[in-house]
């Protein structure tokens, strides 16, 4: 960095100095202190250089909102609230003050989008970009992974899949609208936060954001709730956008349930209950296990530290 | 790593599952769920692997407890008392199970001496080793940095400088037992979070860790408060290990008073008020600006985001 650290800290700020009612002491002191209700969700996620994107493939502002997405889904998925982020960013030095602008940007306005604000950080040099953000939520009733009843149907907000074929896309320097769609899911998702808010309204019994692939986030839900998760695989292709995203695996030459099932990274919710708004795409029964979510290898999945 | 993540994650899982009582659901959802008082403070703080630690240097243990003491520390700094942390860890796959464990152990264990419990995390994968952790803290009246008043005394609950001298001293071979102390300091600090508690309690004006280093944190305080912060360094003299220090630092041809003011990473408590406990070194005035922290050389300085 050709500039003082100060100096970024001083533009960081003023990108992320937005005021929410709820914050009391903001940046710049030893910690930031918030109006928080009696009952608080707190995660945290973290993207690293090399493993979670890359420079060349994404744009400082793509790279901030996904990291802060994968944050505000988790938060979502406890049928909570998004309130508060803090931001740690480790910068190797080689940055512009453009390009960590757009960072900062990038987080602000996926952050803004569920009018949530950035209170603190922490900056620090390292060999590899790395941005580590931790989010904070109000919640009245969480919504945890075991809550499933034998009986419940099994649902997702949409499909996912689309960030696992972005990712095999990515590096091709021609594609066509719908690849584009897919690399565009992979770099900056969009993610529904309002059908989030919509399942935890409709009663469900459990939820979770299946970023780690729905393979593994099933699995983990039926032995939770010490219950069989079955799977309908016909079910899934009723969602209107199975059609194109098994057209992308076909030309690829892909199983298109490797990237429904285990492609990862995608923030879609997962939820069980009576009645829900989405696709539903299995049931929830007595026994224990997942069924229904073969495929013609075996996945890749993601697995983090939750 | 010759080990699957789910075994890392199981084993950290062990290691953090101690039971706080505010925990509503702990490890192993899309977040935790944690009971919070109407004001909650929230800092994070990331230690990178080349910059603030080496593994050649410190044992996983102390490299865990040294930047969790920094996150509990900027908690007390602020009035509040300590209760949950996040911890998100990048690994480079080439650890072995121990120094993971052993690196847990070391939060964990900083962690209970508050008795704060890890609630949840995030484990990835990268070229370098990062750990990044976010503190959660309850207050009823923080104390910030601006509050103090003219007339009021600075106070500092140590002598700073040790770890600024340790870490000139860590990659001696052969070293005397107060050399031994100092690097001790650098690498796995032992920090007296009750003196925080202590000037708290008396009524404490404005305080802050002075982990960024006495000169940068001074000068953020007297902008803050508006005022003048007027240091006495023969105050500073009159600190029981001062002469230790300046020992040290006569022997390694350094002005010891680079250490004290501008060694950095020390987390000592900068405070003002009218009587406190610890070492008085100076008092705050109308005007502005900081006197009486000059040395012999330009200051290398920390500075964070904070």
């Not at 533009?11 to 903001?26: D, M, N, Q, R, T």
Request: net charge negative.
């Amino acid at each position: 960095m050709n500039f003082d650290e100060a100096q970024v800290i001083a533009e960081l700020a003023a990108i992320f100095g937005s005021a929410h009612k709820g914050v009391i002491v903001g940046i710049g002191d030893d910690g930031a202190v918030v109006a928080t209700s009696p009952k608080t969700v707190i995660t945290t996620d973290m993207a690293v250089e090399g493993t979670h994107f890359n420079t060349a493939w994404s744009s400082a502002f793509d790279i901030g909102r996904k990291i802060t997405a994968a944050n505000l889904a988790d938060i979502y998925a406890m049928g909570a609230k998004p309130e508060y982020l803090v931001v740690a960013v480790t910068l190797t030095g080689d940055e512009s003050m453009e390009w960590i602008s757009d960072l900062a940007h990038g987080i602000a306005h996926e952050a803004a989008s569920c009018e949530v604000s950035v209170v603190g950080g922490d900056l620090t040099r390292g060999a590899i970009k790395i941005i580590a953000i931790t989010a904070l939520g109000s919640v009245e009733k969480p919504i945890t992974r075991s809550g499933a009843l034998a009986g419940d149907s099994i649902y997702i907000s949409s499909l996912p899949g689309w960030s696992g074929a972005g990712l095999k896309l990515i590096q091709r320097s021609e594609v066509d609208d719908l690849q584009a769609y897919a690399i565009e899911q992979f770099c900056a998702p969009s993610v529904d936060y309002s059908a989030a808010v919509a399942l935890a309204e409709a009663g469900a019994t459990s939820m979770c954001d299946i970023s780690d692939s729905l393979i593994t986030q099933a699995a983990q839900l039926a032995h939770g709730a010490g219950l069989a998760y079955n799977f309908d695989r016909e079910l899934f292709t009723a969602d209107p956008e199975f059609s194109a995203l098994n057209e992308l695996a076909l030309h690829e030459g892909i199983d298109v349930w490797q990237w429904i099932f285990a492609g990862g990274e995608d923030h879609v919710f997962l939820a069980t209950g009576r009645e829900l708004p989405g696709l539903r795409v299995g049931s929830v029964a007595k026994g224990e296990g997942v069924t229904g979510l073969e495929m013609k290898k075996a996945p890749d999945t993601w697995r983090h530290f939750n």
